[in-house]
């Protein structure tokens, strides 16, 4: 199983930008997506879910309203929309993969995920 970020780079404040995540090695689209990151200094943290189940999505409460999570099957692709985005939302930002479903209190361990993908930088700044 392999996964592929990228779309991070440089924006202003109230800025957007829109990651992705290409997965390849799971049978069909039998995967579930997490998106995290980690900030220098800080924990990884959960930032959006995608499950395999088309519409079944989470955010963490300081995302909602501002990121989106969709997915394109066709290409095995997840994508983050991140909108209004903070200087707080600076950080790398990771997406992992796992075969199981998870729930909402589940969803944001990152041991949960066994795979990972490489990381991109996402940085807003003026």
């Known amino acids: 199983v392999q996964l592929q970020a990228s779309g991070g780079g440089l924006v202003q404040p109230g800025g957007s930008l829109r990651l992705s995540c290409t997965v390849s090695?799971?049978?069909?689209?039998?995967?579930?997506i997490g998106w995290f990151r980690q900030a220098p200094g800080k924990e990884r943290e959960g930032v959006a879910y995608s499950s395999r189940y088309q519409g079944r999505t989470f955010y963490a409460n300081s995302m909602k309203g501002r990121f989106t999570t969709r997915r394109d099957n066709a290409k095995s692709t997840v994508y983050l929309q991140m909108d209004s985005l903070k200087p707080e939302d600076t950080a790398v930002y990771y997406c992992a993969a796992t075969s199981e479903s998870k729930i909402l209190s589940s969803w944001r361990s990152p041991q949960g995920y066994a795979w990972w993908g490489q990381g991109t930088q996402v940085t807003v700044s003026s």
């Open positions: 090695g799971f049978t069909g689209n039998a995967y579930n």
